[in-house]
Nanobody
Framework: QVHLVESGGGLVQAGGSLRLSCAVSGRTFSNYAMGWFRQAPGKEREFVAAISKFTSTTYYADSVKGRFTISRENARNTLYLQMNSLKPEDTAVYYC?????????????????WGQGTQVTVSS
């Protein structure tokens, strides 16, 4: 069983920064493609960023491109999301997810394991 735990969320003013972390335990971290998703109140969960298993290829949603950076540290079994120039519309619960079959994916339906989420609130 794979266990994912997010941390680093909080309240920040618009224009500020936060760094989310996702600690992964239970299996070999480097075997998983990883992703970040978010869900705002009253909205469906949406893709934010993804990173591949081995080559560190990355994909981003257009809404965060140039502001957010996804990275992974396989030696520490940890996934990160550096969020800069935050906007009120970035307010959401952020989830990390792990996927085993594909090298990288932007679809939530491909992900097998999910964390419990961490709240990010951006005030205007």
């Amino acid at each position: 069983q794979v266990h994912l735990v997010e941390s680093g969320g909080g309240l920040v003013q618009a224009g500020g920064s936060l760094r989310l972390s996702c600690a992964v335990s239970g299996r070999t971290f480097s075997n998983y493609a990883m992703g970040w998703f978010r869900q705002a109140p009253g909205k469906e969960r949406e893709f934010v960023a993804a990173i591949s298993k081995f080559t560190s290829t990355t994909y981003y949603a257009d809404s965060v491109k140039g502001r957010f950076t996804i990275s992974r540290e396989n030696a520490r079994n940890t996934l990160y999301l550096q969020m800069n120039s935050l906007k009120p519309e970035d307010t959401a619960v952020y989830y990390c997810a792990a996927e085993t079959l594909k090298s990288i994916s932007t679809s939530e339906y491909d992900y097998d394991y999910w964390g419990q989420g961490t709240q990010v609130t951006v005030s205007s």
